[in-house]
């Protein structure tokens, strides 16, 4: 089955404890791409990748890191993590450039006390 | 600075009713317009994809329109059922990869 696979689906973690949201998709597509979902602010990309070795910021990156070493895999770090980095995040991936139909994965909810 | 804004923030209908919601972006450089559909807790679902040079796109029900001139997409639903109800958002994207995204319409359709 075609699909996005994030990992965790739901995390909790505490100020300054480096982790990593893994996002990997099955379909051989060259676009891959970070997201945050928060209430009021909506869906803000973070970053973006056209291709292994290739990744580009979004609009909100700061407090983030990401690494595309592979085509199928693109984790998102987080260094230190603080709580306004709480939210709900998405990867998603397509073909081309990122203009093509985009595929999402099921997403992480990450807290961070 | 792209931005996308949609209206009405909610909306909600009786079953059988046909609706429009509506997203309008600020920079007419788009590479595409994607129209997507989020329930409640889970990821997003993309509907309908536009490209600049396109006027419109149909998948059965849905039908979603581009007019990159006046900076505007609207999505059209016809004969709405109750498992229509959800979140839906459009997203400006550009040839370079970057996405703005809307806020979303939350739609309730009633039966």
């Known amino acids: 089955e075609a699909q996005v696979t994030q990992n965790p689906r739901y995390l909790i973690t505490v100020t300054g404890k480096k982790l990593t949201v893994t996002c990997s998709q099955n379909?051989?597509?060259?676009?891959m791409s970070w997201y945050r979902q928060d209430p009021g602010l909506g869906l803000r990309q973070i970053y973006y990748?056209?291709?292994?070795?290739?990744?580009d910021k979004g609009d909100v990156p700061e407090g983030y890191k990401v690494s595309r070493k592979e085509k199928r895999n693109f984790p998102l770090i987080l260094e230190s993590p603080s709580p306004n980095q709480t939210s709900l995040y998405f990867c998603?991936?397509?073909f081309g450039t990122g203009g093509e139909k985009l595929f999402f994965g099921s997403g992480t909810q990450l807290s961070v006390l | 600075k792209q931005e996308v804004t949609q209206i009405p923030a909610a909306l909600s209908v009786p079953e059988g009713e046909n609706l429009v919601l509506n997203c309008s972006f600020t920079d007419s450089a788009i590479y595409n317009l994607q129209w997507f559909r989020q329930d409640p807790g889970k990821g997003l679902t993309s509907l309908l994809l536009i490209q600049s040079s396109q006027r419109e796109q149909t998948s059965g029900r849905l039908n979603a329109s581009l007019d990159k001139s006046s900076g505007r997409s609207t999505l059209y639903i016809a004969a709405s059922q109750p498992g229509d109800s959800a979140t839906y958002l459009c997203?400006?994207?550009?040839?370079?990869?970057?996405?703005?995204f809307g806020d979303g319409t939350t739609l309730t359709v009633k039966p």
């Open positions: 997203a400006a994207y550009t040839n370079a990869g970057k996405s703005t």
């Open positions: 998603a991936s397509s």
């Open positions: 379909m051989n597509h060259e676009y």
């Open positions: 990748s056209m291709n292994v070795e290739v990744t």
